[in-house]
């Protein structure tokens, strides 16, 4: 019965233009995503986010994880940085003290969009076994696993493929026709 009710509320959240208040009309929601984090790892139930406090949105993306944490049952655990050097401890205590699966990274403006930032978390999740969601291709061309957009056809996955086989994470058949995959060199 939970499956039946999972699988028609993720349904409708990709059919129609549900939204919760993204940075713009193309954005995918934070509750898209996180439906679609269940899809992909569906043993998942502890999610870390490293989120920049500068952030101007913050108070909109919390409140939207909050929903999103409650309507997929994954407890979505902040880590709020606001210097680089931060960014380190901040990542250790969500692993060693919250148990995080999965690193999810929402925005990389800011703190999260310098290339220092990135190399760190994507490198230290991958030691740790974890795949990275994440916000943009810049992420999956250094090893970050998924990150999605959002068309006039509806949200497509980007896959980097290696990194999705090395972590174990298999793209379901209803979603082959609306995955693009990473071309690396």
Known sequence: MRTMRFVAVFSFLLSTAFVLVPANESDVTPIQQLFLIKELKPDISRIGVIWDKSATSRNQILSQLERASAA??????VGEVSN???VAPQFRTLLRDHKIEA???????????????????????????MPVFAPSETWLKEGACVTWRKDAGGIQLVVNKAVAEAMGITIPNKYQNRTAFLAMN
């Open 84 to 86: 680089l050097q931060e």
């Open 72 to 77: 997929t049952g994954i407890k979505v655990i």
């Open 103 to 129: 690193l999810w990274i929402l925005e990389e403006s800011g703190l999260l969009g310098r290339a220092a930032t990135r190399s760190f978390l994507i490198k230290s999740a991958t030691q740790a076994g």
